[in-house]
């Protein structure tokens, strides 16, 4: 079964840090570029962090530049976003997707995982 399985998001305080996941299974995750985005409550969901099948390229947001960092480890068939220095306005559901392009459109992605929460709150 392909599947993406997001998993690390918990309530961190401001400043903190949090490194999510995203594990792939019933297919090869090093073949695919990888997109994290973000979805709050109220808001349009917004591309965060994408890196290419390769690994050479790697693009992110305004917003995020500088505190996060996408990464993938073949051997694991898994995808990372390393987030740093997190402020409130991170609070959302993180999803991973994958696909063949690196892009910050969600519909030109291919497969989506579930979806982790991460709050940053005091």
């Known amino acids: 079964q392909v599947q993406l399985v997001e998993s690390g998001g918990e309530l961190v305080q401001p400043g903190g840090s949090l490194r999510l996941s995203c594990a792939a299974s019933?297919?090869?995750?090093?073949?695919?570029?990888i997109g994290w985005f973000r979805q709050a409550p109220g808001k349009e969901r917004e591309g965060v962090a994408c890196?290419?099948?390769?690994?050479?390229?790697?693009y992110y947001s305004d917003s995020v530049k500088g505190r996060f960092t996408i990464s993938r480890d073949t051997a694991k068939n898994t995808a990372y976003l390393q987030m740093n220095s997190l402020k409130p306005e991170d609070t959302a559901v993180y999803y991973c997707?994958?696909?063949?392009?690196?892009?910050?459109?969600?519909?030109?992605?291919?497969?989506y995982g579930q979806g982790t929460q991460v709050t940053v709150s005091s």
């Open positions: 890196i290419s099948g390769n690994g050479a390229n790697t």
């Open positions: 997707a994958t696909g063949p392009w690196a892009t910050m459109t969600w519909e030109r992605y291919e497969q």
């Open positions: 019933g297919f090869t995750l090093a073949y695919y570029a």
